[in-house]
């Protein structure tokens, strides 16, 4: 069992850039293909990003692609998400999620999550 704690958030104006962080703690993160999905109030959960176990293989919702960098350091039991050029609408509370083998873009097919972080773009 991993236990995920993401920090990171905060307010940012629009056009502007925040690093969240996903830290892991319980079992090694290299164990674990990660995702980043997000809430916004009255909407939905949806997929951001998410990264294999090893890195390697990457994917982006097609709202963040180019602006966003999803990236991990196993050595440091970490997953990150790089927000460049910020827009109001990614406004939201952020999730980290861990599941065993592959990732995907399905939020149910995740194992664990962390309490989440909210992120507010101001315009």
């Known amino acids: 069992q991993v236990q995920l704690v993401e920090s990171g958030g905060g307010l940012v104006q629009a056009g502007g850039s925040l690093r969240l962080s996903c830290a892991a703690s319980g079992r090694t993160l290299s164990s674990y293909a990660m995702g980043w999905f997000r809430q916004a109030p009255g909407k939905e959960r949806e997929f951001v990003a998410r990264i294999s176990r090893l890195g390697a293989g990457t994917d982006y919702a097609d709202s963040v692609k180019g602006r966003f960098t999803i990236s991990r350091d196993n050595a440091k039991n970490t997953v990150y998400l790089q927000m460049n050029s910020l827009k109001p609408e990614d406004t939201a509370v952020y999730f980290c999620?861990?599941?065993?083998?592959?990732?995907?873009?399905?939020?149910?097919?995740?194992?664990?999550w962390g309490q989440g972080t909210q992120v507010t773009v101001s315009s």
């Open positions: 999620a861990a599941r065993g083998l592959v990732s995907t873009a399905r939020g149910g097919d995740y194992d664990y």
